[in-house]
């Protein structure tokens, strides 16, 4: 086992993935660091990549209002994100902005898809996981705006 897979076996949401797909998963994987400010991605562009932040911070923005984007969500070390890589049409729905120095993991998210294509059992579990991600992130968008409204929701 390399040193990035050793990593994803290791992260939460890949934890108990077959072995053989735990490998397949971190083919072709990278590790890449950011600067404050920079852009992992933008709102609109293709998505091809799946992030694995391993230390630093993640905001995800989204438009560009007169002050400038809305901060939808803060990420740090432990969070994945950038889940469209997985469904079409393919675009980043929102812009994901470094925030102080990052390191992530990048998974290789066209190479993924087409993976899932070819190895269902890979794809479906690759599929519970980011549903598992999905509903983790909208639960704590669901308990950020019960705790900011005046009245709850």
């Known amino acids: 086992m390399d040193f990035i897979e050793s990593l994803l076996a290791a992260h939460p949401l890949f934890q108990e993935l077959e ?13 890449d660091r950011f600067e404050a400010q920079e852009y992992l991605f933008s709102e609109g562009d293709k998505a091809n990549k799946w992030y694995v ?22 990420l740090e070390a432990g ?5 469209s890589w997985l469904l079409p049409p393919y675009r980043w729905a929102y812009s994901a902005r470094v925030i102080a120095p990052t390191q992530v993991i990048v998974l290789d998210g066209t190479s993924l898809r087409e993976q899932c294509e070819e190895d269902h059992d890979f794809g479906y579990e690759l599929a519970k996981r980011v549903a598992q991600g999905v509903v983790q992130r909208l639960e704590a968008l669901r308990q950020r705006l019960l705790y900011s409204h005046p009245k709850g929701l």
Do not use: F, S
């Open 53 to 74: 932040i391993r230390k630093g911070n993640v905001a995800l923005e989204t438009g560009t209002p007169p002050d400038g984007p809305i901060t939808v969500e803060t």
């Open 79 to 83: 969070n994945v994100l950038g889940w």
């Open 19 to 31: 072995p053989k797909h735990l490998h397949m998963l971190a083919k072709g994987a990278i590790e």
